[in-house]
Nanobody, 124 residues
Framework: QVQPAESGGGSVQAGGSLRLSCVFSGYTTCTYDMNWYRQAPGKEREFVASINEHGRTVYADSIRGRFTISQDTDKNTVYLQMDGLNSDDTGIYYC??????????????????WGQGTQVTVSS
C-alpha cells in the first residue's frame, strides 16, 4: 500500500459523533507519524491532530477536548473519534502519512502521503 485510505465519514446532526479510520503502511515500514487534516468549503486545508509510533499526540486548538486520535498498530490503523460536532467541523477529512525510505538501517528522507479524503457533514 502506497497511500493511506480513510473511511467513516458521513452526515450527522450537531452534537453528534463520528469515528474516522485510516489504514496506513505501518510503523515497521518507516512511517514517522500519522496525521489528520481537514478542509472546509472555500478554506485552506488545516491540521487537526497527529500521533506517532510512541503514541505521542498533538491537537489543533479548535478541536482539543472534542476529538481524540488513537491507533491500533496491529491493524496499521489510525482513528479520529469526533464528539460534540458542530457545523464548523464540516469538510473533507484527510489522512496524511509521513513516511521515509529505508536506507542503511535507518528511515531517511520523509515524504507526505495523502489519502483521498472522506466527507464529514454536520447539520444544525
Amino acid at each position: 500500500q502506497v497511500q493511506p485510505a480513510e473511511s467513516g465519514g458521513g452526515s450527522v446532526q450537531a452534537g453528534g459523533s463520528l469515528r474516522l479510520s485510516c489504514v496506513f503502511s505501518g510503523y515497521t515500514t518507516c512511517t514517522y507519524d500519522m496525521n489528520w487534516y481537514r478542509q472546509a468549503p472555500g478554506k485552506e486545508r488545516e491540521f487537526v491532530a497527529s500521533i506517532n509510533e510512541h503514541g505521542r499526540t498533538v491537537y489543533a486548538d479548535s478541536i482539543r477536548g472534542r476529538f481524540t486520535i488513537s491507533q491500533d498498530t496491529d491493524k496499521n490503523t489510525v482513528y479520529l473519534q469526533m464528539d460534540g460536532l458542530n457545523s464548523d467541523d464540516t469538510g473533507i477529512y484527510y489522512c496524511k502519512e509521513v513516511r521515509g525510505s529505508p536506507m542503511h538501517g535507518a528511515c531517511l528522507f520523509p515524504e507526505d502521503y495523502w489519502g483521498q479524503g472522506t466527507q464529514v457533514t454536520v447539520s444544525s
